[in-house]
């Protein structure tokens, strides 16, 4: 079902159209308002004006989430905040995250679009949905609440946790769409199989799923326990939250970008150079209509790959693959992004420990778990157990408190963790997604 059948189904030029003029006025506006536009642009020789295609688009330097860093936290906005109505943060490289910025016309478009979404995936009037995201500054809970209430759907703003509770709430209310991420689906349909609560006597008919990476084979597994449709959801807080692409319900093949908003680009993430169609690499975004924090061919870090194909369901937007992976070395761990270097700041802050560490990644109980292994100072290794313990719950307590994810630290013995010669190896991840 569309949202916006006429721009859903735009031919291709008229679509194309759209976005250079869209386009050739945002890059007008950043370079105008945004200091760091004018300087980038200019170092790249190049002017607004110049962009006579969307060829040209390859013209344009990238932005990247250093440079939002950099500016943080107001640094990249490009309208003044008297206009700014909403805030909302993620993950960035290290302690700081990265801040975007909404006007009043930003909301609209992403409630639009996340309706547009949400319709795509069969999702209609009438639905029940039960919103499972987390509210707060990620954007997965308040971006699929306004686009439910757009469609004119019902919404339970139940937000993450108390998994008893989820159960008998969408039980009892009689849930009829599931949003939350992939892993909290199956951690649901195991503490219900625990309740006794048969997910085949429920009302659910569609789970719309996102915020971490999955596979074809979790997607079987979801279905078959959940008793549902399971849509695969694309977005990130930086482009605009949830509902930059999704699935439709038709084909469940390839996520539809919404075009007449952002100017998809897969390049080579070493040469930065465009592949070939068809072929993968990272995806990079141009967001062609908003106003508070318009970015300019971000590099969004994800792999994919995009394809301009037909598709039976009759819209016209390209579709990117399932994402396959990250060219950086963000781990998303129960849906909190997480860099290692974070991790180490945060370890080099703490007396005793010493800067040698390994994150080991895994998944129980389709819960992820986080162990960190630190080497401690030679000293305190002889000293009793309880000044031990004491100094792992510290660290435990202090990644918690500042990155929002829970992980049990293991203090081993000086020289323990492999040495490397080259690029130290940080991370073993043992999860099993393909
Ligand atoms: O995760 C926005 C979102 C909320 C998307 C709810 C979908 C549903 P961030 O916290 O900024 O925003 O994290 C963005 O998460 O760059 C990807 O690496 C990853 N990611 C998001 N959706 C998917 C997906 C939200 N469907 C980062 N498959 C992105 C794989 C995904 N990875």
Known sequence: MFFNEEFETLPRPALEALQLKRLQTVLERVYASVPFYKASFDRAGIKPADVASLADLQRLPFTTKQDMRDAYPYGLFAAPMEDIVRIHAS?????????????????????????????????????????????????????????????????????????????????????????????????????????????????????????????????????????????????????????????????????????DHFLPEIIDPETGMWVAPGEKGELVITTITKQGIPLIRYRTRDITSLSYEPCPCGRTHARIARMSGRSDDMLIIRGVNVFPSQIEAILVGIEGVEPHYLLIVDRKDNLDTLEVQVEVDERLFSDEVKVLQGLAKRIEKEIKDMLGVTCTAKLVEPRTIARSEGKAKRVIDNRQLV
């Open 91 to 259: 993950s960035g490289t290290t302690g700081k995250p990265t801040v975007v910025g909404y006007t009043q016309r930003d909301i609209e478009t992403w409630t639009d679009l996340m309706a547009r979404s949400l319709a795509a995936a069969g999702v209609h009037r009438g639905d029940i949905i039960h919103n499972a995201y987390g509210y707060g500054l990620f954007t997965g809970g308040l971006g699929a609440h306004y686009g439910a209430e757009r469609l004119g759907a019902s919404v339970i703003p139940i937000s993450g946790g108390n998994t008893k509770r989820q159960i008998m709430i969408m039980k009892d209310f009689g849930s009829t769409v599931l949003t939350c991420t992939p892993s909290y689906s199956l951690f649901m349909a195991e503490a219900a199989r625990e309740e006794g609560v048969d997910f085949r006597n429920l009302k659910l008919r569609v789970g719309i799923f996102g915020a971490e990476p999955w596979s074809e084979a979790m997607r079987g597994e979801i279905e078959e326990k959940l008793n549902l449709a399971a849509i695969d959801i694309y977005g990130l807080s930086e482009i605009m939250g949830p509902g930059v692409a999704i699935e439709c319900i038709e084909a469940k093949h390839g996520l539809h970008i919404w075009e």
